[in-house]
């Protein structure tokens, strides 16, 4: 099932299923949405004060599901990540989308993304929420991939030169499957749940920002555990952001180092995927060819089925 391209004038549903955005940062996503042509629908009361998030779970489902159903939009737009979007699962439950949707964001929204793939079967993509992209902090390269990927002009993705970690990534015969995940501690939170991660036949994407190696190893051992690296078909690590040891430096390369030799799937890193100031689109739940070799590839396809 492929998302639906936008074009100039289109609508699109601002969401805000995390942490609370400033006022200002608001205006600015309304005015990058402008710039591209399309039109931002942004509920009045869509920031209410509230200890956590950025209003209650009732109000933060509302205009999620106002959004979903919506018939004249084709795109929900996360403002920002943080926490909450996995609060939100057990009232999605209860509706029955009209149409498809393209479901854009990064962190807290790897929620969303899981649900709606397993649950739906719809693609999404991801990529910078709206805070970042309305405040200039996305490089210009970047704004134009992702906005060339969301109007078509760019049909595949492709992350190129991605290191092999492991034996199984330098001598497997290319995979062609689809690419879930997304945010690791996010994918962590939904296992032991109705929501769980399904990796059978995947190819799963994982990135993080400010964990220490201990908390990135007892996930990949609960993700071990739990048995969801025994039918994937390749792990592939994003930006790893922060995450320092009290002496100042970061274990988790030695974590990861040690997970791509225990593991007998094909593990690479290097996708410009994540937290950081690259934050390439990476369409998820799309048809994705992993290729392998000491310069292995990832090819993505952005309008096809998995």
């Not at 805000?16 to 006022?23: I, K, N, R, V």
């Not at 159903?69 to 989308?97: F, H, Q, T």
């Amino acid at each position: 099932m492929a998302w639906r391209y936008l074009q100039k004038g289109d609508i699109v549903d601002v969401v805000s299923p995390g942490f609370a955005s400033q006022p200002e940062d608001i205006e600015k996503a309304r005015r990058f949405l402008l710039k591209w042509g399309l039109v931002p629908r942004i509920p009045k009361n869509l920031i209410q004060k509230h200890f956590l998030h950025s209003n209650s779970d009732d109000k933060r489902f509302g205009f999620l599901k106002a959004a979903i159903e919506a018939k004249d939009s084709k795109v929900i737009w996360c403002m920002r990540g943080g926490y909450g979007s996995n609060r939100l699962l057990p009232y999605l439950d209860k509706v029955k989308p009209r149409q498809q949707k393209l479901l854009v964001g990064i962190s807290d929204i790897t929620s969303l993304h899981v649900y709606f793939e397993q649950r739906w079967n719809w693609p999404t993509l991801h990529a910078s929420v709206l805070d970042r992209m309305g405040s200039g902090k996305v490089p210009a390269k970047i704004e134009k991939e992702t906005m060339d990927v969301i109007f078509g002009k760019t049909t595949s993705v492709e992350f190129k030169k991605i290191k092999a970690m492991n034996e199984a990534a330098l001598k497997m015969k290319p995979v062609k499957s689809s690419v879930v995940g997304g945010n690791l501690i996010t994918l962590q939170s939904t296992l032991g749940t109705p929501y769980q991660l399904n990796l059978d036949g995947k190819i799963l994407f994982i990135e993080e920002l400010g964990e220490r190696g201990y908390r990135v190893d007892r996930v990949l051992e609960q993700f071990s555990q739990a048995g969801l690296f025994k039918k994937c078909k390749g792990l592939i690590i994003g930006e790893i952001l922060g995450g320092a040891e009290p002496d100042g430096k970061p274990l988790w390369p030695q974590v990861f180092k040690s997970w791509a030799e225990r593991l007998d799937i094909p593990v690479f890193s290097g996708i410009e995927a994540g937290h950081g100031v690259i934050q390439r689109p990476l369409p998820l739940y799309t048809r994705a060819v992993l290729s392998g070799g000491k310069k292995g590839s990832l090819w993505i396809d952005a309008e096809g089925a998995p």
